[in-house]
């Protein structure tokens, strides 16, 4: 299935996690950043990641800190 | 007087961006320089390959490690409620706090807040366990409406942000500390120079939020410490008390006793 992670179309296996996507997304240095997750624009808890399964075009936002005002 | 934020003790009212900076290193003396402990951030998509951020975050924690200070995550960008509240939840994940500036644009040109959607954000936020700290125009009801629905903070705009035009309406923000005078006020946002920090504090605001006039400044470092100053300043002349103006003058030399040739023209 074909999903989207910060824009760009991803593809994984059917019945993928949160957790396999951002395998899959992130190289492993990245998976040590400090990072939160939307799912569909709804927030899912780091906890979530490997019990939250993904659909076809799901849309999924990886975010980091980054300095603001 | 002592200040707080949701009953956090803090030492200086001055709450500082860590953004537009020109480089992270001085981003991190200016911080320093500020005296600030609350600093804002922000989350947002980075290109993978991009480790800007992570420099910054390292800095942003150094920085509240040496101040003993605290992280208030920002929803900039956000133009529904329901964007902002995944936002602010995102946020109390990496960030572990339940303060949220919570910002929901309203208008791309001036950045104006949505007074409507920031309603029913803050309602859902405050359900929710968060401590808000709401961006908002300085409109008296729509501040009564914020502090009704339990925000013990209330930042009001002094101007748009980043336009550095500093206090656009004074009777109006003089207005909200008069009629709110339990809430914590903070000026956020369109503060260009330490006057317009201290004419806040002056008034009785109870603290001053600002980035761009300090990041924008040719030395960030030493704008720091005047924006300090002046909080400062400002402070201990709300405290001590401010004169009541007068229409016509009085002179500040007493007139008793005054020599013969003063008085000349009065004898006329």
């Known amino acids: 299935m074909n999903i989207f992670i910060n824009g760009?179309?991803?593809?994984?296996?059917?019945?993928?996690?949160?957790?396999?996507?951002l395998q899959?997304?992130?190289?492993?240095?990245?998976?040590?950043?400090?990072?939160?997750?939307?799912?569909?624009?709804?927030?899912?808890?780091?906890?979530d990641y490997a019990t939250t399964c993904l659909t076809e075009h799901d849309t999924l936002d990886v975010l980091f800190p980054i300095q603001g005002g | 007087m002592s200040f707080s934020i949701y009953g956090q003790a803090?030492?200086?009212?001055?709450?500082?961006?860590?953004?537009?900076?020109?480089?992270?290193e001085i981003m991190k003396k200016a911080i320093l320089a500020s005296d600030s402990q609350v600093v804002t951030l922000s989350l947002k998509r980075q290109n993978p390959n991009a480790m800007g951020g992570e420099q910054i975050w390292r800095y942003i924690q150094e920085?509240?490690?040496?101040?003993?200070?605290?992280?208030?995550?920002?929803?900039?960008?956000?133009?529904?409620?329901k964007e902002a509240v995944t936002l602010a939840k995102m946020s109390r994940e990496i960030f572990a706090t339940d303060w949220i500036k919570l910002e929901v644009i309203g208008d791309d040109y001036n950045l104006q807040p949505d007074a409507i959607e920031l309603l029913a954000a803050t309602e859902q936020l405050i359900a929710d366990g968060f401590k808000v700290l709401p961006y908002c125009t300085d409109d008296l009801v729509l501040c009564q409406r914020l502090y009704d629905l339990g925000c013990q903070v209330?930042?009001?705009?002094?101007?748009?942000?980043?336009?550095?035009?500093?206090?656009m309406n004074p009777y109006n923000?003089?207005?909200?500390?008069?009629?709110?005078?339990?809430?914590?006020?903070?000026?956020?946002?369109?503060i260009g120079k330490p006057s317009d920090a201290c004419l806040a504090m002056e008034m009785g605001y109870d603290g001053v939020l600002?980035?761009?006039?300090?990041?924008?400044?040719?030395?960030?470092?030493?704008?720091?410490?005047?924006?300090?100053l002046a909080v400062a300043s400002g402070e201990t002349a709300y405290?001590?008390?401010?004169?009541?103006?007068?229409?016509?003058?009085?002179?500040?030399?007493?007139?008793?006793?005054?020599?013969?040739?003063?008085?000349h023209g009065a004898t006329k």
């Open chain 2, 173 to 190: 923000l003089e207005t909200i500390r008069l009629r709110l005078p339990n809430a914590t006020l903070i000026l956020d946002a369109g």
């Open chain 2, 154 to 167: 209330i930042m009001p705009w002094a101007s748009p942000i980043g336009t550095g035009k500093g206090l």
């Open chain 2, 63 to 81: 920085i509240v490690k040496v101040k003993q200070g605290f992280l208030l995550p920002n929803t900039a960008g956000c133009k529904s409620a």
């Open chain 2, 10 to 24: 803090l030492s200086s009212r001055l709450l500082i961006g860590s953004a537009l900076y020109p480089s992270p």
């Open chain 2, 239 to 263: 405290v001590a008390g401010l004169m009541p103006e007068r229409q016509t003058a009085h002179p500040s030399t007493p007139t008793l006793d005054t020599p013969f040739w003063h008085h």
């Open chain 2, 210 to 228: 600002l980035n761009s006039a300090i990041a924008l400044a040719d030395n960030p470092v030493a704008m720091a410490q005047a924006f300090s």
């Open chain 1, 24 to 47: 899959q997304y992130l190289t492993e240095q990245q998976q040590a950043l400090t990072f939160a997750v939307a799912l569909n624009r709804d927030f899912v808890a780091n906890s």
């Open chain 1, 8 to 21: 760009e179309q991803v593809s994984l296996l059917e019945q993928a996690s949160v957790a396999d996507a």
